[in-house]
């Protein structure tokens, strides 16, 4: 099979993508194109497939058919079985929250920022047993990177306070500030709103605003608020039993008579 054409620009393709668990299909010919630069946004109701198709994306599964490319290389193809590892995708560029918060009990907000710099790694063992001068120096840049992240999301008072104390909405922008450590091209934002009060949720949209343009990220994100994807994406897609039903810019989609039936309703998305 020839590879599809792609812009110049196109930061991921991913072209009929689908899935099955067992005899579930829960994800069917899924065709999305991200440019470098946009703010995609992906909705539609509970179970839709949504949390699925970004696992697909990152490599927690692979696909049973259908390709996906990474800046115009294919990099997952699931009628070959080809899937790289979560960490060697991450490693690409592609860094992701979850839906339900991934954060280790154990460790301070600083800690959970550094270690995910910790691939960077390049003093050695015997550099991180003796302490070397390198190894020093390395840790000192991860700190203050670290302190950056969470100055720039507004929970840098935290630092060395352990995660699990604090309130929920802090968490989410814990976990959010380790994704960007990685350095990612392309940020995948799952859910990144749930249990936020509506002031925490006008901050974070302005945080979100912030980074894109601060980091120069492309940004794909799912959500169920309304009013944070319609201030954020530039273009929406509706996903129904893991089917696209609708795909536009914000407009279009609060006006499809598709999405509105099987589900945005009477929802107020002012």
């Known amino acids: 099979m020839a590879d599809p054409v792609m812009h110049a620009d196109t930061i991921l393709k991913v072209d009929r993508m689908t899935h099955y668990f067992g005899g ?7 065709n999305l194109e991200i440019r470098k630069g946009e703010v995609r946004g992906l909705i539609g109701p509970n179970g839709a497939g949504k949390t699925t198709i970004f696992n697909l994306i990152t490599g927690v599964h692979r696909p049973t058919e259908g390709r996906i490319y990474w800046l115009n290389k294919e990099i997952i193809c699931g009628e070959t079985k080809k899937c790289p590892a979560p960490y060697e995708i991450a490693a690409m ?24 710099q910790y691939s960077k790694i390049d003093y050695g063992l015997a550099g991180a047993f003796f302490g070397t001068a390198k190894r020093n120096r390395r840790e000192k840049e991860f700190t203050e990177k670290a302190m950056h992240l969470l100055e720039v999301m507004g929970v840098a008072r935290f630092a060395k306070e352990n995660v699990v104390n604090l309130p929920y909405g802090a968490q989410r922008k814990v976990e959010m ?3 960007l450590a990685v350095e990612p091209r392309l940020l995948l934002l799952d859910e990144p709103t749930v249990g936020m009060t509506p002031d925490e949720l006008d ?26 994807v319609m201030e954020l994406c530039d273009q929406i897609q509706t996903l129904v039993f893991g089917e696209i039903i609708a795909e536009g810019s914000p407009e279009e989609i609060q006006n499809n008579p598709r999405v509105i ?10």
């Open 203 to 228: 901050h974070v949209i302005e945080t979100i605003r912030d980074v894109h343009q601060r980091f120069d990220l492309t940004i794909f994100l799912i959500e169920h608020r309304m009013k944070f």
């Open 261 to 270: 039936e099987a589900y945005l309703g009477e929802e107020d998305i002012s």
């Open 93 to 116: 560029g592609l860094g992701r929250t979850f839906q339900n918060l991934q954060l280790w009990r154990h460790m301070s907000v600083l800690e959970h920022i550094k270690m995910a």
């Open 177 to 179: 500030a380790r994704a």
């Open 24 to 30: 579930l299909r829960a994800v069917h010919d899924f």
